[in-house]
Antibody, heavy 120, light 110 residues
Framework: QVTLRESGPALVKPTQALTLTCTFSGFSLSTSGMCLTWVRQPPGKALEWLALIDWEGDTYYSTSLKTRLTISKDTSKDQVVLTMTNMDPVDTATYFC????????????WGQGTLVTVSS | QSVLTQPPSVSAAPGQTVTISCSGRSSNIGNNHVSWYQHLPGTAPTLLIYDNNNRPSGIPDRISGSKSGTSATLAISGLQTGDEADYYCAAWDSSLSGVVFGGGTKLTVL
């Protein structure tokens, strides 16, 4: 059974960095083709793709957020970490992690999401 | 603005069929597979269609997808009130080297 769960702070101050962890089970990120990705949804707005890491550790980032994002994996812990620097109130959103079974493919399993509010 | 273009809203009566369009370009829909997701507020999105027209197990056959050129379509027949949700299309964009989503379409079952 594939499960993913996001964790991290619910409240972040402007200019601070956000670190989110996705803990997953039921699959291995070492499996050829396997990827894990982050997506966010600001309140009342659409889904926005953020970053992806594949089984080899190659990373891909949203063009508009590339300079602020870092995605990494700890295969031994079955975790993927997303760091976003210089947080702003417009970054208030629900952040989801999801599995992609092969780069360029679909997001087949999603976590429940974690709401992050950026406010002083 | 989202890279893929969807209508903001669609509506239809129970039992009828509704279609949701998703328009892109050669770097995304034109040369890569399309997937569709149903999203209810406060929940995780659910994969409805992958690789343009395939349904994961558990998704009923009244939900279907198609692709032609740089556009894709999601069709839902036999509409039920439980189908009210937001629907998103997505694809890999080879120029951006990333996933692109549509702006989402809110389905209302009248």
């Amino acid at each position: 059974q594939v499960t993913l769960r996001e964790s991290g702070p619910a409240l972040v101050k402007p200019t601070q960095a956000l670190t989110l962890t996705c803990t997953f089970s039921g699959f291995s990120l070492s499996t050829s083709g396997m990827c894990l990705t982050w997506v966010r949804q600001p309140p009342g707005k659409a889904l926005e793709w953020l970053a992806l890491i594949d089984w080899e550790g190659d990373t891909y980032y949203s063009t508009s957020l590339k300079t602020r994002l870092t995605i990494s994996k700890d295969t031994s812990k079955d975790q993927v970490v997303l760091t976003m620097t210089n947080m702003d109130p417009v970054d208030t959103a629900t952040y989801f992690c999801a599995r992609i079974p092969n780069v360029g493919n679909y997001l087949d399993y999603w976590g429940q999401g974690t709401l992050v509010t950026v406010s002083s | 603005q989202s890279v893929l273009t969807q209508p903001p809203s669609v509506s239809a009566a129970p039992g009828q069929t509704v279609t949701i369009s998703c328009s892109g370009r050669s770097s995304n829909i034109g040369n890569n597979h399309v997937s569709w997701y149903q999203h209810l507020p406060g929940t995780a999105p659910t994969l409805l269609i992958y690789d343009n027209n395939n349904r994961p197990s558990g998704i009923p056959d009244r939900i279907s997808g198609s692709k032609s050129g740089t556009s894709a379509t999601l069709a839902i027949s036999g509409l039920q009130t439980g189908d009210e949700a937001d629907y998103y299309c997505a694809a890999w964009d080879s120029s951006l080297s990333g996933v692109v989503f549509g702006g989402g379409t809110k389905l209302t079952v009248l």
